[in-house]
């Protein structure tokens, strides 16, 4: 990185390279459109053209680039609402008022482990299916922290999000999805009943 | 612990960033409630599913137009002196 922050082309493009997929998984994972994604990705490293040489190394370069690819897939997805494209910060919607929690309704054992389950070829499209089913505000948030494995701090700085509101979306989204996915991969024999007043 | 308080404690038990006190609560809770433990084990499962899950390939035109207009870019940024 810092051969391509003094001007080395051949270092830029390996940059490039290396965070690619990274950028375009994202970006397909939070608009579900080849041609946003591309739009994305692209408008992306074009701001690393721009930026990296005032790139002060405070956020890690990756946390950064997901950081902008991020903002430039919320607003896309603002305009596809047909809503106004307001200001960054107003975009990540700092208020979360929700304060239920999802209750877990289909409880269920699943027939196949993980490493059995991505061997299957149908699983893609059910991640996949499953992810879009989340608002947009849950589902960048479980991308950024469960996928792309940021923390909660650095989720939250690349949001404009507070901790405590992440922590929130988070557990939002890795119970819906839960939820979708036990209902195609949980086994029937196995259903469980949650009692409401269950206490120990 | 009830059901409740645990949903609420999940993503700290599941990241193990919980205080060890809570974490045998938790622990001592799911011991004696399955509905409880499968919904952690879902969970530990989704994230896993996702998390090893295949990055998306850029189409091959769009790779090799995406390289080409950033080159530009970086020369007309960066002249040769």
């Known amino acids: 990185m810092q051969r391509a922050k003094a001007g080395d082309l051949d270092a830029f493009d390996a940059l490039t390279t290396r965070h690619e997929r990274r950028v375009y998984s994202l970006a397909m994972r939070m608009l579900r459109q080849e041609q946003d994604a591309e739009d994305v990705t692209q408008q992306t490293f074009l701001s690393v053209v721009e930026h990296l040489d005032r790139f002060r190394g405070e956020s890690s370069f990756t946390t950064w680039l997901l950081r902008i690819a991020t903002h430039a897939a919320l607003k896309i997805i603002r305009k596809r609402k047909g809503l106004d494209v307001v200001s960054l910060e107003e975009a990540t919607e700092p208020t979360d008022h929700s304060d239920t929690i999802p209750h877990p309704e289909f409880i269920a054992d699943w027939r196949q482990s993980p490493e059995q389950l991505v061997e299957t070829r149908e699983i893609q499209r059910l991640l996949d299916e499953a992810l879009a089913r989340l608002d947009e505000k849950h589902r960048v948030v479980f991308l950024l922290r469960d996928v792309e494995g940021l923390s909660i701090k650095e989720t939250a700085e690349a949001l404009g999000l507070s901790e405590s509101n992440t922590k929130m979306r988070l557990l939002r989204a890795r119970l819906q999805l839960r939820e979708q996915l036990t209902k195609t991969l949980g086994d029937p024999a196995t259903q469980l009943v949650r009692s409401h007043n269950h206490q120990h | ?81």
């Open chain 2, 1 to 81: 612990m009830k059901c409740e308080e645990l949903l609420k404690m999940l993503n700290e038990y599941v990241d193990g960033t919980v205080d060890p006190a809570i974490c045998e609560e938790f622990e001592k809770h799911m011991a004696g409630c399955n509905p409880c433990r499968v919904v952690v084990d879902n969970i530990r499962k989704t994230i896993t599913l996702y998390k090893n899950g295949q990055p998306y390939e850029l189409p091959v035109a769009f790779r090799s137009k995406l390289h080409a207009t950033l080159r530009e870019k970086w020369k007309a940024k960066h002249p040769v002196k």
